[in-house]
């Protein structure tokens, strides 16, 4: 019989891809999502890159009788990858309440609901927000959490801490927080990817976008910060390593290999890359000249953020493999995939 993960999320950028990820390597995968920021589309994506079509359950997490009654269902499940949040960042600025209920109700339900299920492994996606202007880089995980820029990040804190303060009486659970540093790119199929809906917060697909003629230029934020060409270092991760990188540590977990009730580990390339770079990246792959111009500083941005990725190399014998080509590459022919949806062609 196969082993049954839960995926929450499931339906969304990162999630998708953990699951074909889980299903190439025999699990049975459950997905839970509302669909508030994915569409129901992606599985049929997902059963044409595996063959296997996993089970969608619409839920939504914060209302604690939907959460209950999902579990109840699925309580031969073996593990859950958390995946379900609100996600963008200049939305959360403006809409804090709905961000922190939204993102931290639905995690302190999912862990209630996973104790009480008996499924005691349980996986988190954190983000690199957490470290917050960090003293210098690379950054390990060590370093003391910071007070993140937006409410977005600052829900990952808080849910760190959530599940630090709730591991002390739960003792049969065991939580492994992923800390995700910049994903980007797509599955190589070109048949999953990121959906940003509305304007794209985030560097790559607004790239894409603009190259594709959704957008006129793309506005570099700032050019005097303190590196090579003055523009802001990133470690930039695909997506398809991230989601590799979600297998094994729910191995460790499944192995009871971890060495603590909770751990926490960083997911990075340990490389960075200024956005100029990612621009002439792009250009190079794409063989299109981008439209850019730079303009003021983003509030919040940091100049440096790079990982320390050691420790997830060594316990969970996870490495990045795939470089800043095969990233800019897929992203770019996803995107040239949705336009051929959108237009019809
Ligand atoms: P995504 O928006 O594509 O996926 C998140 C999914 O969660 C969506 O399908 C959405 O519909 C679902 N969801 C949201 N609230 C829900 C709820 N209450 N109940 C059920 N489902 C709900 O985002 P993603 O990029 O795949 O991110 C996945 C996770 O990784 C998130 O927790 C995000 O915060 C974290 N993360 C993302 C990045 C990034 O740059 N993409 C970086 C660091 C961490
Ligand atoms: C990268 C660089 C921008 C857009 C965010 C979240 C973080 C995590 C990952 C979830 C920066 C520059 C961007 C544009 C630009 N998400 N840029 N023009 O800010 O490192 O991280 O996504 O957890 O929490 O904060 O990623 O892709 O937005 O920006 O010049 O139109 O690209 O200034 O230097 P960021 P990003």
Same mark, same amino acid.
């Given at each position: ?11 969304? !950028? ?10 190439? %390597? ?20 997902? =059963? ?49 309440? =709905?961000?922190? !209920? ?15 299920? =008996? ?6 996606? %954190? ?22 820029? %937006? ?9 760190? +801490? ?11 659970? %065991?939580?492994?927080?992923?800390? !995700? ?95 100029? +770079? ?13 439209? !850019? ?53």
């Amino acid at each position: 019989m196969k082993t049954k993960i839960l995926v929450t999320g499931g339906t969304g !950028y990162i999630g998708s891809h953990t699951a074909v990820s889980l299903i190439e %390597s025999g699990y049975e995968v459950v997905l839970i999502d509302n669909l508030s920021n994915s569409s129901k589309e992606t599985v049929v994506g997902i =059963q044409e890159i595996t063959g296997t079509k996993p089970k969608l359950e619409v839920v939504d997490l914060t209302y604690k009788k939907q959460c209950a009654d999902v579990f109840a269902k699925h309580n031969d499940a073996k593990g859950l990858i958390h995946f379900a949040a609100l996600k963008a960042v200049g939305e959360s600025v403006k809409r804090p309440l =709905q961000y922190y !209920y939204n993102n931290l109700s639905s995690l302190m339900n999912t862990l209630e609901c996973t104790v009480d299920n =008996q499924i005691n492994n349980f996986i988190f996606s %954190s983000s690199a927000t957490v470290y917050g202007k960090p003293d210098n880089v690379p950054i390990s995980e060590d370093f003391e959490m910071k007070r993140p820029f %937006s409410p977005y990040g600052n829900s990952k804190k808080i849910a760190e +801490e959530i599940m630090e303060d709730f591991i002390v009486s739960n003792d049969s659970l %065991s939580i492994i927080s992923l800390r !995700y540093f910049n994903p980007i790119g797509a599955h190589e199929s070109g048949i999953i990817g990121e959906l940003p809906t509305g304007t794209p917060n985030n560097l790559m697909p607004y790239i894409t976008q603009v190259a594709a003629g959704v957008r006129e230029k793309l506005l570099v934020f700032g050019n005097d910060y303190p590196t090579r060409d003055g523009t802001p270092i990133r470690d930039y991760i695909h997506v398809v390593d991230l989601a590799e990188a979600h297998l094994k540590a729910l191995k460790r977990l499944l192995d009871r290999e971890n060495e603590k009730t909770m751990e926490v580990f960083n997911l990075g390339s340990g490389k960075g890359y200024t956005v100029l +770079e990612i621009i002439h990246a792009f250009e190079k792959v794409s063989g299109k000249q981008l439209n !850019y111009e730079v303009t003021a500083r983003r509030e919040g941005d940091v100049p440096e953020l790079i990982s320390l990725p050691d420790l997830a190399n060594i316990k969970l014998q996870w490495k990045a493999k795939r470089d800043l080509s095969e990233m800019v590459k897929s992203a770019w022919e996803w995107e040239k995939k949705i336009r051929t949806k959108v237009n019809g062609e």
